[in-house]
């Protein structure tokens, strides 16, 4: 099964079909796994150090109203991006994809970090998702070349794994920054943590590389890259129309519409906003899960700052239940007799996330404690591991390996384009229900009136992940 606009180059033979035996730490694969684990292990730190940072961050630059903005900015950009690292990737390799987007990604950090307004963080999150995009791509092409298919389910897991240290270690770490040396450092200090990943992982994979040669394909192809370009344009446009909220922004508003619709079919396999079975459907339920989750989870920290008076340290720990049990999730997916049953695990871990969205919003309610929604979070943090893990699992699967980049870039952008468009309509909620007009000290009278804000955004997002429950069934192939 190949994307909409295949991929030309002949690869060699993947590890699966020269498995020498042992598992991801056996002499072979020990380097690779520990290198590629360490650039999730950076991601992860500073995934959960922007979630805890990011209210005050957006009070102190007075952009509560752009709070969304500086989420889904990250995706837009990252649409861009995948594509042109799926390509990158299946023509040359995926080392220098890997290391150039690693470089770009610490750049954007010290943007963010140096930003004098909230436009120019939003600026720093986006050349962020430049180089998220290109790393993540990359780091699924390292699974499916170097890695036999009975292997790849643990090296997912070891995925998840790498949140948990970050989970815990995380909010702790950067709202101590926060209180005591100021927001701007939880950004600027990441970016030495980079240098770790690119000493550990260049030699493993570089003999990674030659072990498994791309031969030299042809220029990447324009019109796919086109179509990104449209894609991230599109949903910049949306997102930029969603903030206004006036007549004026219908104009961009249909812009984006018109740029990012067809880009999207061009982009994604045939039949994926369908729900086609097999491999379209694995790719749309990536971005369902993705998008559902991580739009609550944007909002989660401000609203326990805003409406239960939490630190942001104590906010940020709110999320640290999801991370630990994301991990446990994916641990269990890849346990050995799990593979007959993905699908009853996709669909269970959908269901699982929507109870956990509507159970955090079950804090909004004061005869409710606050750690209802770290309770909360943790069982939705299970139900995200049994499904993600999955899914990647059944795209690879799915995938010839000379599709594997093309097809990962789907994947991931279904994963981005669900991020942009569910956080941007969180924005657009938040919003339109007052909430953008929270600022320093109305944690009291009116700022209990932004609670209908977030109880509006749990909800909606519950229901969109209880959908892709609904659909979990079509990831099956017909026979």
């Known amino acids: 099964m190949t994307t909409a606009s295949p991929t030309s180059v002949d690869s060699a033979p993947t590890a699966s079909a020269t498995d020498p035996g042992g598992g991801v730490l056996s002499g072979r694969y020990r380097a690779l796994t520990l290198g590629i684990v360490s650039v999730v292990l950076v991601i992860a730190f500073e995934a959960t150090a922007v979630n805890t940072a990011m209210p005050i961050a957006a009070r102190q630059l007075d952009g509560l109203g752009l709070y969304a903005f500086a989420f889904s900015g990250y995706f837009t950009t990252t649409l861009f991006a995948l594509v042109v690292s799926g390509q990158w990737c299946d023509r040359r390799g995926p080392l220098q994809p890997l290391l150039t987007g690693i470089t770009v990604f610490g750049a954007g950090l010290v943007v963010a ?104 394909g042809a220029d990447f192809d ?93 906010a940020g720990l709110t999320l640290t239940s999801g991370g630990l049990s994301w991990a446990l999730g994916s641990w269990l997916q890849g346990r050995p007799g799990a593979e007959r049953y993905r699908t009853v695990m996709i669909r269970g871990g959908f269901l699982a996330t929507g109870v956990a969205i509507a159970g955090a919003a079950l804090v909004l309610v004061p005869a409710v404690p606050a750690w209802a929604a770290a309770v909360a979070w943790g069982v939705g943090g299970i139900g995200m591991g049994l499904t993600v893990a999955s899914v990647s699992v059944l795209m690879m699967k799915l995938s010839a390996p000379e599709d594997a980049g093309a097809n990962s870039a789907a994947l991931q952008m279904s994963d981005a384009l669900g991020n942009v468009l569910l956080t941007g309509l969180a924005g657009v909620l938040f919003a339109a229900l007052g909430g953008g007009s929270l600022a320093a000290g109305q944690e009291g009278a009116e700022g209990a009136g932004s609670a209908g804000a977030f109880a509006v955004i749990l909800l909606t997002m519950s229901g969109v992940a209880l959908i892709g429950a609904l659909l979990s069934g079509r990831v099956r192939a017909r026979t």
Do not use: C, N
């Open 113 to 216: 970090g140096t930003a004098p307004g909230m436009w120019v963080f939003v600026a720093g999150r986006a050349i962020q998702g430049l180089g998220g995009g290109l790393v993540i791509v990359a780091l699924y092409v390292v699974v499916g070349r170097a890695y036999p298919e009975r292997l790849r389910p643990a090296v997912f897991a070891a995925f998840s794994s790498a949140w948990v240290l970050p989970s815990i270690v995380g909010p702790l770490v950067a709202g101590a920054v926060t209180q005591h040396l100021g927001w701007r450092w939880v950004f600027l200090a990441v970016p030495a943590l980079i240098l770790l990943p690119l000493a550990v992982m260049g030699p493993a994979l570089a003999r990674s590389e030659r072990e498994h040669p791309v031969l030299k």
């Open 222 to 314: 324009r019109r796919r890259t086109l179509l990104a370009a449209m894609a991230a344009l599109g949903a910049g446009l949306l997102q930029y129309a969603g903030q206004r909220l006036d007549p004026i922004g219908l104009v961009p508003g249909l812009a984006g519409v018109a740029l990012l619709a067809p880009a999207v079919l061009g982009l994604l396999p045939k039949r994926t906003l369908r729900a086609g079975r097999g491999l379209p459907a694995v790719i749309l339920l990536r971005g369902v899960a993705a998008g559902a989750f991580f739009a609550a989870e944007a909002f989660i920290p401000l609203m326990m700052v805003t409406q239960r008076g939490l630190s942001p340290t104590l």
